[in-house]
């Protein structure tokens, strides 16, 4: 569709509305003016412009991405990131006001502006009753669906986002103005790609087997192959991660207390890509140090340059999508914890390369005709060996033990053993028909929830039907266990850890592989950045708590389009008034909806 005859369509029913008004103006004429004064002459009022347009909504996820890095780590940025503060819009109370608070699930409510109780995604993995075993947020059973490499590997599997129960705002744009959209997304991680572009796209393209892979529903394109051929990954091979400025800069330690880094590096810098110690070989252990690497957010960087470049973004008849989800800093800190200078390092790295997105995007599109927002899918908890330093109450919740206390409590009930199915972080699924019988078993249920409740780092225990319809309820932690409740997928029983414990599954007798995690409903999980810059954006620092599910709406008022759900709600704050930005779909939110807002957005 030509997209100005969209526009043209807006201005032109805005017509009745100044036709009206001046209708009403001439009847409250007091009777004296209107029979002694000349007739009035009615002065076609100006026609309201049509808004400048918007070119390109650019999405960049940073995964694990905690709000306070912004303030600990401003001053050593200078590029990309500095800019956003700079030029942009800064959230600084942004939280997450759910408990699942992992990758599939953030990216899902970025996307579509919607919690997980209404877009479906309740974690990276969850357990599939029907099935009997677990399933990726992204697994399509569908045997027509199948993920194709580039650079002639054949991955493994078939990722899609059929499981996101609603269409994302860039699948909505592309349906609502006409066709001409592009949406084309980039990451490390399948479930990062997917969910921001949606169900189909012109490219959602992720990194396996040692390449870039995308699969059926998802466009080909000839750039990335071409990329994937001239700067593989293997390329980086030999190369080491320096720190970029001098030692005195670092606010931590020169090694990360409790960390565990990715085989064949040690706890201080450099770290070579070389693969597993000694054998100097393109193993899995290359693979990992890639992807906890600069050199990964900066082969990121390239290939969404290049879709700029290939696809012409920003130059459709429509408002195109580019979404890049980086995935290092997830890496970085499931294995360095927050408190790292290798996470310090990596953000000084991504400053760099945002920089040069920025610039890109200036000089091909143009500065002012695309919108930029930045934020993450979820933050991290320090590393509990880390924070016992400190004299505060930390440590490892581990789920097999409290999965063997729940079977022995229910011994004495005659329940099938293992009465638990799956313990999936906070989600605890029972075997067919075990929760059922449970419900109506109020001594069973009690044995349970003692047991569970006798685990150290166990704070409180939900049970699902205490989180159904988001039900009215003064408990923070109840309603965060409530936003994130998609019957059917999520768990039969919720535990809540205590402040500072990790969640974790390490089997008994093992030792621990990664340094630390996420996925509760703590502010350190749940604060992340929001930054917004460009087109239509009032610059600033804004303080009223919002939530991630709000960039959506917000792009979506923008583009004057509607999406389905109302969990989210439009940045007003942050948006030039219409005098400004001479757009009629950026007037000022109501009071009353802000007071709704903040309700919603505890
Ligand atoms: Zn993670």
Redesign the pocket.
């Known amino acids: 569709m030509d997209p100005t005859r969209f526009l043209r369509k807006r201005a032109h029913l805005r017509r009745p509305t100044i036709a009206a008004f001046l209708l009403a103006l001439s009847i409250s004429l007091p009777l004296r003016m209107a029979t002694q004064t000349p007739p009035l002459r009615v002065v076609a009022p100006k026609v309201v412009q049509a808004p400048a347009r918007l070119k390109l909504v650019v999405l960049v996820v940073v ?2 991405m905690r709000a306070d890095y912004v303030d600990k780590f401003l001053p050593q940025w200078t590029r990309g990131l500095r800019r956003l503060v700079e030029e942009g819009a800064w959230f600084r109370d942004a939280a997450y006001p759910y408990a699942a608070t ?2 599939c699930v953030g990216h899902a409510t970025i996307s579509t502006g919607a919690f997980p109780a209404t877009h479906g995604m309740v974690a ?1 993995a969850w357990w599939d009753r029907k099935e009997q075993r677990m399933v990726t947020c992204t697994a399509d059973p569908d045997p027509a669906a199948r993920n194709i490499g580039y650079s002639g590997v054949t991955p493994k599997g078939a990722d899609t986002a059929w499981r996101m129960a609603l269409p994302s705002f860039a699948e909505e744009l592309k349906f609502q103005t006409g066709g001409a959209t592009r949406i084309v997304s980039f990451s490390l991680k399948a479930r990062a790609a997917l969910t921001m572009a949606g169900h189909k796209a012109d490219a959602a393209t992720w990194f396996d087997s040692g390449t870039w892979v995308t699969s059926s529903p998802y466009g080909v394109q000839a750039f990335i192959e071409e990329q994937a051929k001239s700067h593989p990954a293997k390329a980086d091979f030999g190369k080491a991660w320096t720190l970029s400025l001098p030692e005195k800069v670092y606010w931590y330690d020169e090694k990360a207390l409790g960390a565990v880094p990715p085989g064949g590096w040690d706890l201080t810098f450099p770290h070579p890509l070389r693969g597993k110690a000694g054998t100097g070989e393109l193993d899995p252990d290359f693979y990992n140090q890639w992807a906890s690497s600069p050199y990964a957010d900066t082969a990121l960087t390239e290939l969404a340059k290049k879709a700029v470049d290939d696809l012409k973004l920003g130059h459709s008849a429509g408002t195109d999508f580019l979404a890049v989800g980086y995935s290092t800093v ?2 970085v ?2 294995e360095f914890g927050p408190r790292s200078r290798e996470i310090q390092d990596i953000l000084i790295r991504l400053d760099k390369d945002l920089g040069n997105l920025f610039a890109h995007l200036d000089q091909k599109v143009g500065r002012g005709n695309y919108i930029v927002a930045l934020t993450a ?2 933050g ?1 908890v320090p590393i509990p060996e880390d924070m016992q330093r400190t004299g505060v109450d930390a440590g490892l919740l581990h789920l097999p033990e409290l999965q063997e206390r729940i079977e022995k409590a229910l011994d004495p009930f005659h329940y099938p053993k293992p009465a638990i199915a799956s313990v999936n972080g906070s989600d605890i699924y029972f075997a067919p028909g075990v929760y059922d019988k449970l419900q109506n078993d109020h001594a069973a249920m009690q044995a349970v929830l003692d047991a569970a409740l006798a685990q150290p780092g166990v704070a409180a225990v939900y049970r699902s039907e205490e989180l159904r319809d988001r039900p009215p309820t003064q408990s923070p932690a109840l309603r965060a266990f409530a936003y994130s409740y998609f019957p059917g997928r999520s768990g039969d029983l919720f535990i809540l850890p205590k402040p500072y414990w990790l969640l974790d599954s390490t089997p008994t007798g093992k030792s621990r592989s990664y340094g630390t ?3 509760v409903p703590y502010n350190y999980d749940q604060h992340v950045p929001i930054l917004l810059m460009g087109f239509g954006i009032q610059h600033g620092q804004y303080f009223q708590p919002v939530t991630p599910a709000d960039i959506a709406p917000t792009f979506a008022a923008l583009c004057g389009i509607t999406l389905a759900s109302r969990d989210g709600h439009v940045l007003a704050e942050a948006l030039k008034k219409p005098a400004e930005a001479g757009s009629s779909s950026q007037l000022a939110r109501p009071k009353s909806a802000r007071t709704a807002a903040s309700n919603t957005n505890p």
């Open positions: 995964d694990q992992g990758t990276n997830d890496y800190g499931h899918d979820h991290v995690g996420h996925g």
